[in-house]
């Protein structure tokens, strides 16, 4: 499934942006960023269970928002503008 993933971290403190950094690294072991605090995630049902199990066990519920929108696989995205987008269907290799 494609999950597009979006946060909002309050980073006032170090704490907060320790939150920020791993919920960003949650995010990119998943799938790409696209944007600052925005990634496309294509994950199997166990990986989803483990990627939202991780996200909510690092956000502070009373300072961050995390939402996730659920894609259909036949949905089209268009890209204009910098970032290169990687092909989630195809081998990520690096």
Known sequence: ?????????????????????????????????????VFECRVDQKNWVLLRDRLLSEMDPKQDSLR?????????IEHFGTKAITDLESPLIF
Request: proline share 0%; hydrophobic share 40%; glycine share 4%.
């Open 68 to 76: 996730f929108y659920f894609l259909e696989s036949d949905t089209v």
């Open 1 to 37: 499934m494609l999950v597009l993933i979006t946060y909002d971290v309050s980073t006032v403190t170090k704490a907060g942006a320790r939150r920020l950094r791993r919920i960003a690294r949650a995010c990119l072991d998943y799938g790409q960023r696209v944007q600052n605090s």
